[in-house]
């Protein structure tokens, strides 16, 4: 396809284009192949969108998901997070199907296009569903089967051989809009030595990892009571924070890090010299009352933070845009600092920065870069006046302003209207498998 968005307000976040006012996009198969400021050359185009009243800026990447929990949204909240794994999740968990994450996957697919995601990276199970769901909606994901080894080395094998083949399978599938990383749950789920395993496997293999870390103090005091030593110091014996690819003289290989709630000086420290990637979860963080991640002060030592909403379960949507605002506010009440997390810098964390480690050829609007973006409906009485595009978008815009999306220079939304998925095809086979899964936990419930 052939695309002209013309008429445009643009956010490019490229740093040596900014903002332009009135302008157009070219966009050439999968590719942007020009960006400027007033009306374009005529050309055979296949589409012209008219984006009058309308931004136009990079989707927003969500980097830290469990899409097929998407079906557990609601069920069982306010609890805390160790309960709340060991006595609901894990248990209705045991319980899924593969048509269950199909299902759920699809609808989070689904639900994340209406609020302007072009991109996530996910870590569950039954990952081929999730895969094909990727496959079906057009949307970009980053894709990790979340093994959990929980010290026991029979275990951790027939976990390892699960993450591995995902990665085989599905690495660089759909033109490129599924990736992979090898997925160990957490350090206080998984031992060292099979951490370090999965690094290796990790580095042969060319792919990234993506990892829970220090998101409550219960894992903190844990983890200094087995081992003396936090999560990152514990990790860092094995070399695991800096994975590279065969060859390589530095850390080449996305590490994503979620949550990282508890971290100290030095393990800012550790982070930012080996080139860690921090997935912050405010919501998820804030409803499970984890804490409150060291966000500031990880961007003042140079580590990259991106975003992500974390499963359903703990959020409980996987709306971006509350997570833009919740991020900010939660800084500037934490350091008492009303100019901590400004607003642009919250958007470089949901844009610009979660595309280093899902396509680096996303996340920024410049020619030769993948079309994978968004336009903002600003035709709204909350998009009156702007001041500052950032201000808008962090504080006053939501994700139901989003009108039109494209990702890999295909249409999936267009003025509000989904047209890749049949939208209640997905809606009610996500809530019919939802009332079975749950019924079939009752069920095993009683008979226990
Ligand atoms: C991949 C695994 O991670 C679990 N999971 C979901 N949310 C969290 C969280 N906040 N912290 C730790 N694990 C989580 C999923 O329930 C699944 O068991
Ligand atoms: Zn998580």
């Known amino acids: 396809m052939f695309i002209l968005i013309k008429n445009a307000r643009i956010l490019t976040l490229d740093d040596s284009c ?38 136009v800026m990079p989707g927003l990447s969500n980097t830290h998901t469990h899409l097929g929990m998407t079906l557990l949204r609601g069920y069982a909240d306010d609890m805390i997070l160790k309960d709340w794994l060991e006595k609901e999740i894990w248990p209705a968990e045991a319980e899924l199907t593969a048509e269950d994450v199909y299902w759920g996957s699809l609808l989070g ?47 951790g094998n027939a976990e390892f051989i699960k993450g591995e083949r995902l990665v085989r399978e599905w ?13 160990p749950h957490a350090p206080n789920t998984c031992s060292k030595e099979f951490i370090a395993k999965v690094k290796k496997a990790a580095e042969r293999d060319g792919v990234g990892v993506h990892i829970h870390v220090l998101e409550t103090e219960d894992e903190l005091n844990t983890m200094k009571k087995n081992y003396g030593v936090c999560s990152v110091h514990h990790l860092d014996s094995v070399g695991f924070w800096d994975t590279r690819l065969p060859g390589s003289d530095k850390s080449s290989l996305p590490i994503l890090a979620a949550h990282s709630v508890w971290m100290s000086e030095g393990d800012i420290k550790i982070f930012a010299e080996k080139g860690v990637t921090v997935s912050h979860n405010p919501i998820s963080n804030m409803k499970l009352a984890s804490g409150i991640a060291p966000i500031q002060k990880m961007i003042q030592a ?35 600092d009303p100019t901590a997390l400004p607003a642009k810098t919250v958007v470089e964390m949901a844009t610009k920065n979660g595309a280093q480690v899902i396509d680096k050829k996303t996340g920024v609007l410049k020619p030769g870069n993948k079309a994978d973006l968004i336009l903002i409906d600003l035709k709204k009485a909350n998009a009156i006046p702007i001041f500052d595009i950032y201000s808008h978008l962090v504080y ?47 069920d095993k419930n009683k008979m226990l």
């Open 18 to 55: 900014g903002e332009i006012q009135n302008g157009y996009i070219v966009i050439d198969n999968e590719f942007i192949s020009k960006i400027g400021a007033g009306t374009p050359i005529s050309g055979n185009y296949d589409k012209i969108i008219d984006a009058a009243g309308s931004l």
């Open 396 to 442: 006053s815009a939501s994700g139901s302003d989003v009108k039109t999306m494209i990702v890999d220079g295909k249409i999936l939304m267009e003025d509000y209207k989904i047209l890749v998925l049949d939208e209640y095809e997905v809606m009610k086979n996500a809530h019919e498998c939802a009332q079975n899964l749950v019924k079939r936990v009752k």
């Open 171 to 183: 690495q660089g599938k759909a033109n490129g809009r599924i990736t992979t990383m090898y997925g």
């Open 302 to 336: 140079g580590v990259l933070v991106t975003l992500g909403t974390d499963g359903c379960a703990s959020n409980n949507n996987l709306n971006m845009f509350e997570e833009m605002k919740t991020a900010a506010l939660l800084q500037k009440l934490d350091t008492k």
């Open 109 to 155: 697919c689904l639900e994340m296009i209406r609020f302007g995601t072009t991109a996530f990276c996910d870590m569950y199970f039954f990952m081929d569903e999730t895969a094909k769901a990727v496959e079906k909606s057009g949307i970009r994901g980053c894709l990790s089967y979340g093994m959990i080894e929980l010290f026991d080395e029979e275990r």
